[in-house]
């Protein structure tokens, strides 16, 4: 559905399209009721767009939305993977097409990031954002996320997959949602964000005036890692999402004995494992033998193991001693998508 129609100037004109999904962005809640208390996935990704169309006149041609999907992030499925990118490609392989954004939840935001970044073709921007708070909130962080995002889409800067969210902006894979409530809910890691979005009238940090801004570019190399590819070819999955590459995630703790990954190898569509581990990628003693038993048993090899540290901020540095595959810079649940696709990729 195109929601309105803009012309340029000083510019070609293009289009932007909006995928919705669902989230708390398009969240609602009965007055009254506690910030946490709302349904998410109930507004329309058109009408989350309509109030913010004036203040994109002069700067985007046409502005498309599109209902991918409208759920909650938590409960976000592998066959609304599939629909979002089929979708995002299309939107890739349109000359018209000058950058798109996806609204989406947080919960598992970095997840469908890397998800992203693995199987699209194609360098045109791509811009997830979302809210910390409903759309029917005084505090509704939604529209101001939503407005960046549409800025950076058309961005000449910006190539690749991209988290635009509190004025900040990351090369998608690099970000993991770092707390559950909190309006400065995602962090880079260490990373710096790539892009800082500037008010008009900002002074010294503090915004003067309304929505009006501009993205301002650090001088790092964050925009090429939005542009790399997580592989070297862009992955083809299945048509049948049941036959995606089935990876489960184990936690390495104290006291961790090995029988919960045990467990999880006796079924036979389990096709990698990624361990949650502890600090620079340690993993319990008792946990390696069991991977190592399963190695000598032909249950597994070794490039169906991927190790992540479950630390919210920083990521592996070095090889750890234990020489199971390592990503270094991934989530567990961020590793748990790359190894999917990795062996989605060898199959």
């Given at each position: 559905?195109?929601?309105?129609?803009?012309?340029?100037?000083?510019?070609?004109?293009?289009?932007?399209?909006?995928?919705?999904?669902?989230?708390?962005?398009?969240?609602?809640?009965?007055?009254?009721?506690?910030?946490?208390?709302?349904?998410?996935?109930?507004?329309?990704?058109?009408?989350?767009?309509?109030?913010?169309?004036?203040?994109?006149?002069?700067?985007?041609?046409?502005?498309?939305?599109?209902?991918?999907?409208?759920?909650?992030?938590?409960?976000?499925?592998?066959?609304?993977?599939?629909?979002?990118?089929?979708?995002?490609?299309?939107?890739?392989?349109?000359?018209?097409?000058?950058?798109?954004?996806?609204?989406?939840?947080?919960?598992?935001?970095?997840?469908?990031?890397?998800?992203?970044?693995?199987?699209?073709?194609?360098?045109?921007?791509?811009?997830?954002?979302?809210?910390?708070?409903?759309?029917?909130?005084?505090?509704?962080?939604?529209?101001?996320?939503?407005?960046?995002?549409?800025?950076?889409?058309?961005?000449?800067?910006?190539?690749?997959?991209?988290?635009?969210?509190?004025?900040?902006?990351?090369?998608?894979?690099?970000?993991?949602?770092?707390?559950?409530?909190?309006?400065?809910?995602?962090?880079?890691?260490?990373?710096?964000?790539?892009?800082?979005?500037?008010?008009?009238?900002?002074?010294?940090?503090?915004?003067?005036?309304?929505?009006?801004?501009?993205?301002?570019?650090?001088?790092?190399?964050?925009?090429?890692?939005?542009?790399?590819?997580?592989?070297?070819?862009?992955?083809?999955?299945?048509?049948?999402?049941?036959?995606?590459?089935?990876?489960?995630?184990?936690?390495?703790?104290?006291?961790?004995?090995?029988?919960?990954?045990?467990?999880?190898?006796?079924?036979?569509?389990?096709?990698?494992?990624?361990?949650?581990?502890?600090?620079?990628?340690?993993?319990?003693?008792?946990?390696?033998?069991?991977?190592?038993?399963?190695?000598?048993?032909?249950?597994?090899?070794?490039?169906?193991?991927?190790?992540?540290?479950?630390?919210?901020?920083?990521?592996?540095?070095g090889e750890p001693d234990h020489g199971w595959p390592v990503a270094s810079r991934l989530t567990p649940a961020q590793a748990r998508v790359a190894l999917m696709l990795q062996l989605a990729a060898v199959a």
């Amino acid at each position: 559905m195109v929601v309105s129609s803009m012309h340029s100037i000083g510019a070609l004109d293009c289009t932007v399209r909006v995928l919705g999904t669902g989230g708390t962005i398009a969240g609602t809640a009965h007055a009254g009721a506690p910030e946490n208390a709302y349904k998410a996935g109930q507004v329309a990704v058109e009408d989350l767009l309509k109030p913010l169309l004036p203040g994109l006149r002069g700067r985007i041609g046409q502005v498309q939305a599109l209902q991918v999907a409208q759920v909650d992030s938590r409960n976000m499925e592998h066959a609304v993977w599939q629909r979002l990118a089929a979708e995002l490609q299309a939107g890739l392989d349109d000359p018209t097409v000058l950058g798109q954004v996806v609204t989406h939840g947080t919960d598992t935001l970095e997840e469908t990031a890397v998800f992203l970044q693995g199987v699209l073709r194609g360098s045109k921007p791509v811009v997830l954002t979302a809210a910390m708070r409903p759309a029917t909130s005084a505090q509704a962080d939604g529209p101001r996320n939503l407005l960046q995002a549409l800025h950076l889409a058309v961005d000449p800067a910006a190539q690749g997959v991209w988290l635009a969210f509190g004025r900040q902006a990351w090369p998608a894979i690099q970000v993991r949602k770092v707390h559950p409530f909190a309006l400065e809910a995602f962090c880079g890691g260490d990373g710096p964000p790539a892009a800082q979005w500037v008010c008009a009238g900002e002074q010294d940090g503090t915004p003067v005036g309304g929505n009006s801004g501009a993205w301002r570019w650090s001088e790092s190399d964050l925009r090429a890692q939005a542009a790399r590819p997580l592989a070297a070819e862009p992955v083809s999955l299945p048509a049948d999402v049941e036959r995606w590459p089935r990876v489960e995630i184990v936690h390495s703790h104290a006291g961790a004995d090995g029988r919960l990954l045990q467990l999880i190898l006796t079924d036979p569509t389990v096709q990698g494992v990624v361990i949650s581990a502890t600090g620079n990628g340690s993993v319990h003693d008792r946990l390696q033998d069991t991977l190592r038993a399963a190695l000598s048993q032909g249950r597994l090899k070794c490039h169906q193991i991927l190790v992540a540290s479950r630390c919210t901020r920083g990521w592996v540095v070095g090889e750890p001693d234990h020489g199971w595959p390592v990503a270094s810079r991934l989530t567990p649940a961020q590793a748990r998508v790359a190894l999917m696709l990795q062996l989605a990729a060898v199959a």
